[in-house]
């Protein structure tokens, strides 16, 4: 469902805020493209950002790893973290250094950590991160030990504000060097895609690849 977040002071963009868009939908389309977020906590005052891969469940976003993890030692106790991904669109080339730039997509979100209780739980949030990545996976692979369920650690985190910016577009450059200065300006595009997959060495030569692993190509 459609809804804006109302941001507080710490969220609401100050800087080129005409860039900005608060609605959920804005910043679920930049979270769900972004391939890691970086998550900011503190630890005794020293701050941490941390890039982590993620995925979305309606307005909770989670991550995992090691139950060792320095991180999410911290994180599962309700500890108060901002998280941002950004995707990097292009260079923007204009007609003084000033107005060089670059296109971009970001998102900046708040929100209380918490740890995933109980196996049941963390196995379907795990589950959801296999489906959300590889659509039909799970059906192939063997389920979880009991051993690698307690050693992951799935933290999720209830987004309470965000905002997103983003810049698209040719530069902006003073109205009178679009007469007076002949430098080639414009955008150079920042492509993101995946090479063709490798197999592992020991796989079986008649596995073939599978159709979830289609709509990664060109990406």
């Not at 900011?40 to 307005?59: A, K, M, N, S």
């Not at 670059?102 to 740890?115: I, P, S």
């Not at 590889?134 to 650690?153: H, S, V």
Request: net charge neutral.
């Amino acid at each position: 469902m459609s809804k804006t977040y109302t941001p507080s002071p710490r969220a609401r963009v100050k800087r080129a805020h005409h860039r900005a868009a608060y609605d959920n939908e804005s910043v679920f389309a930049i979270l769900d493209s972004a391939q890691i977020i970086h998550v900011g906590y503190f630890i005794d005052d020293q701050p941490y950002v941390t890039p982590t891969l993620h995925w979305r469940d309606g307005e909770t976003l989670l991550c995992h790893g090691s139950s060792a993890s320095k991180m999410l030692r911290h994180l599962r106790h309700g500890a108060p973290v901002c998280v941002t991904a950004s995707i990097f669109d292009g260079y923007v080339l204009a007609r003084s250094p000033f107005h060089h730039s670059a296109n971009y997509r970001t998102v900046m979100a708040y929100g209380t950590a918490r740890m995933v209780e109980g196996r049941a739980a963390k196995e379907a949030a795990l589950d959801r991160m296999m489906q959300t990545l590889f659509p039909g996976r799970l059906a192939e692979c063997r389920g979880n030990t009991e051993q690698e369920i307690k050693a992951t650690t799935v933290i999720t985190m209830t987004i309470d504000e965000a905002a997103a910016k983003t810049r698209s577009g040719p530069p902006m450059d003073d109205e009178e060097d679009y007469l007076t200065v002949n430098a080639w300006s414009g955008e150079l595009p920042a492509r993101h895609s995946y090479a063709r997959p490798v197999a592992d060495p020991r796989l079986d030569p008649g596995c073939p690849l599978p159709d979830y692993l289609n709509p990664y190509r060109g990406r």
